[in-house]
């Protein structure tokens, strides 16, 4: 497999870089006094699961990017394959009576890999814009069928489904609900997070499991069955924590969908191409037939940007129904677009030559092996990782599960200290989140969890622990 030489990296004047960063360039999440302090990691070149900054120093990226160099950077012949489509057909209108012939493939090819009757596909421009449509496809199908007070949505508290308005107020996650932002909430409901490392006190597996599907049946009962159209669910919240449901959840919860006709969309933004071992996990992992899958990040694996929302002969028979004259007026001028198409249709080439989805269930139960090492230091309060997919919780207090103060950000903490030691890992409050390529190898692996232990013990270590 063809790199770039990491020994020919251009090196950049860090020190103009960091200035101009700071005077122009408003970051996603940008949090304003910590960046015009500490500005921010200028990122020059990355290769395989590494990753060089502007004056060529190297870092292990745990992250993958964004939860999406599935796999991995600087693959020349995904740059080809761009370069190539770019010279072809740069761009295509895709409104109405027009489509690009990379959008028609990967749409046959999606169809193909999605499970059951998921033979339909939208194309957007990434995550959020997949849930926006798949959103917008509810509504629509609902009232195609006549069923106009069915509108209403139901998701999890500490959940993400993206960040424009609907995104935002899809999900509830508190951190990511600031004041100075307002949010829609009139078809927008939410039951509990079924993390159950954070469920009541005394209270079994099982029975916290129960609790989340009566709790769940209660709250349509609550709203009218009649008027809840659908149930937004991550098989594992991602930027929420890495929350793994109890065993059983999913397939609890999609028979109370079908007991009132409700509609399961799954969002598999993160969890699809690989990361838990599959292309989609929906059903090979969870057990459970959604009516929509909406997928982005690992499509492309970062090469370039691109969504999906993928949906059922169930709903497309409704809404495309002969002799009703109907426009699905709705779509984005990037949708689909042609070079977006290409490079996922060779990213999705590259993981079916390399079995890279059944690489990434091997490797990634070493991963949690070794991640699970960490579990007994003095400030973890939980590992959780499935496959490709981690998070380490910290605690101030392991037996009481008590918070260490916001303002101690203890995950920035350990963060900044595996940054130094060549480690880039992501934080959220008290959580660091990892989400590597799938083609990181054990000793890579080993590497990772090293650095981060050493980096957990330092931090602790500031804490008299």
Known sequence: MERINSSKIQEFENAELVADDKAHYMHAYHTFDDHRVNGALNIAAGEGV?????????????????????????????????????????????????????????????????????????????????IDTAYRLVQYYQNCRGKHEKKHVISRMN?????????????????????????????????????????????????????????????????????????????ISGSGGVIIPPAGYHQRMWEVCKKYDILYVSDEVVTSFGRLGKFFATKEVFGVQPDIITTAKGLTSGYQALGACIFSDRIWDVIAEPGKGRCFTHGFTYSGHPVSCAAALKNIEI????????????????????LNTLADLSIVGEVRCKRLMACIEFVADKETKALFPDEVNIGERIHRVAERKGLIVRT???????????????????????????????????FGK
């Open 351 to 370: 993981m079916e030559r390399e079995s890279l989805p059944e690489r990434a269930d091997e490797v990634g139960k070493y991963f949690e092996s070794k």
């Open 50 to 130: 590494y990753l060089y900054d502007a004056a060529g120093r190297k870092y292990l990226d745990a992250v993958g990017g964004m939860w999406c160099t599935n796999i991995g950077l600087g693959r020349k012949e995904m740059a080809d394959a761009i370069a190539k489509q770019a010279m072809q057909l740069a761009f295509a209108n895709p409104f109405a009576d027009m489509a690009s012939v990379p959008a028609i493939q990967l749409s046959k090819k999606l169809a193909s890999l999605a499970p059951g009757d998921l033979n339909h596909v939208f194309l957007t421009t990434g995550g959020s814009t997949a």
């Open 428 to 462: 959220m409050l008290h959580l660091n989140v990892m989400s590597p390529s799938l083609i990181i190898t054990r000793e890579q692996i080993d590497e990772l969890v090293r650095i981060l232990g050493e980096s957990i013990v330092e931090v602790a270590a500031e």
């Open 159 to 235: 959940s993400y489904h993206g960040s424009t308005l609907l995104g935002m107020s899809l999900a509830n996650k508190p951190a990511d609900r600031v004041s100075e932002f307002d949010y829609l909430d009139k078809y927008f409901h939410h039951v509990s997070c079924p993390g159950y490392y954070r469920a009541p006190a005394g209270l079994s597996e099982k029975d916290f499991l129960d609790f989340l599907v009566q709790e769940f049946e209660q709250k349509i009962l609550d709203i009218g069955g009649h008027k809840v159209a659908a149930f937004f669910s991550e098989p």
